[in-house]
């Protein structure tokens, strides 16, 4: 482990580094947020070391943000720099994608006042038939855990006047419009 300084380039490959570990599902949010917090506030290279001591190795860098279709539902990761405080970032996520998400079925969480969690729960069509077609026996397809696609939106202040927020997840095309939107 390294005793020699952190720099700023360092703690956000650390960070990148750490969304594609969430994205992956190696992290879960609430592991996410504490480590990138806790990435943000090191002031040494052994510091970040830690954050990944538990996870592979061979880290695999989080893919360059790149224009993909807007058609479909589809995984995304984005960040966005803001000036606005988090309470603040996180009223305009809530006003800008917050709808998109809810007509398409999502139920919106606020775990912590800087994080939104958007979830959709589905149950799969074969569940279904097989409980119709198999009754009363297809009733335990119904105990198939249901489809879960989640949205998290996490801002965190990481200087005066800067907020960074990092929404990542599965969702539909109007809500990557908003991103788009946003990231303006």
Do not use: C
């Amino acid at each position: 482990m390294s005793a020699f300084r952190a720099s700023d380039e360092e703690r956000e490959r650390v960070v990148d580094s750490l969304r594609a570990d969430l994205l992956a599902g190696r992290l879960t949010v609430d592991e996410y947020e504490e480590r990138i917090s806790r990435a943000y506030r090191a002031a040494t290279r052994a510091q970040l070391d830690e954050l990944a001591v538990d996870l592979p190795r061979e880290r695999v860098p989080a893919p360059p943000p790149r224009r993909r279709p807007i058609v479909g539902k589809r995984p995304f990761s984005v960040r966005i720099e803001s000036q606005e405080p988090p309470a603040v970032v996180i009223t305009e996520a809530m006003r800008t994608i917050g709808p998109h998400l809810l007509r398409s079925g999502y139920s919106m969480d606020r775990p912590a006042e800087n994080q939104l969690v958007f979830t959709r729960r589905r149950r799969p069509a074969w569940t279904i038939l097989v409980a119709i077609f198999l009754f009363p026996f297809g009733l335990l397809a119904l105990m198939h855990h249901p489809r879960e696609s989640q949205v998290f939106v996490n801002a965190i202040s990481v200087g005066e006047r800067r907020t960074l927020v990092d929404v990542v997840g599965v969702a539909p095309a109007g809500v990557r419009r908003a991103l788009l939107e946003l990231e303006r």
